[in-house]
């Protein structure tokens, strides 16, 4: 049996009312879905209710799904749109905060390297989450859950055109954001042997 025959199996079970089923799709989809909606809210108690919210939308919606698209680009659609809604109605951003100094965070040996990883990620994460969603959407698709140019478009309802467009604002948003980095990353790079 392919996916695609499982998958069909499986939403004509949750369609007829199998709970079962639907436990089965959730159990399957649950950690994807909450990767998205946390890289997109930036946030675990935000991520927590998207997450339920996007369950409750496709739990109520799956009797309209017709196998038009593959499962989980519907599904990454629901929770696409439900953290949209998520953050327009919540209107939160999470801060850049205050540069860091790299330099200070370069040196040699494996906790400073891995303080360094961690504070590198953590100032990325947040450049992210300030990003519009229009854009952080995109990017998140794209380097979280490695989906392709095509799937990101039909997750979003977009052409690819529009997807590669997101990803270059995006791109550049990010580096205007992490400017402040580079400096100290080349700086502190010369140090490290």
């Known amino acids: 049996m392919t996916e695609c025959e499982i998958d069909a199996a499986l939403i004509e079970a949750c369609q007829n009312g199998d709970?079962?089923?639907?436990?089965?799709?959730?159990?399957?989809?649950?950690?994807?879905?909450y990767s998205i909606a946390y890289h997109f809210c930036g946030n675990p108690d935000m991520a927590s209710d998207a997450t339920q919210q996007a369950f409750l939308k496709i739990f109520v919606s799956i009797k309209t799904f017709r196998l038009e698209s593959e499962l989980a680009t519907w599904i990454y659609r629901i929770v696409a749109n439900t953290c949209t809604d998520e953050h327009r109605s919540r209107r939160r951003l999470i801060p850049l905060g205050e540069g860091l100094d790299m330099r200070n965070l370069m040196a040699k040996g494996s906790i400073e390297s891995g303080y360094y990883r961690r504070e590198l990620s953590s100032a990325v994460s947040q450049a992210i989450a300030t990003l519009k969603p229009k854009l952080r959407m995109p990017i998140l698709l794209k380097?979280?859950?490695?989906?392709?140019?095509?799937?990101?478009?039909?997750?979003?309802?977009?052409?690819?055109?529009?997807?590669?467009?997101?990803?270059?604002?995006?791109?550049?948003?990010?580096?205007?954001?992490?400017?402040y980095l580079r400096g100290s990353l080349d700086s502190g790079n010369e140090d490290v042997s």
């Open 19 to 33: 709970r079962a089923a639907f436990q089965t799709l959730f159990e399957t989809y649950k950690d994807k879905v």
């Open 143 to 179: 380097y979280v859950d490695d989906l392709s140019y095509e799937e990101i478009a039909a997750v979003l309802g977009c052409s690819m055109g529009t997807v590669a467009s997101r990803l270059n604002r995006g791109h550049k948003a990010l580096a205007t954001k992490l400017a």
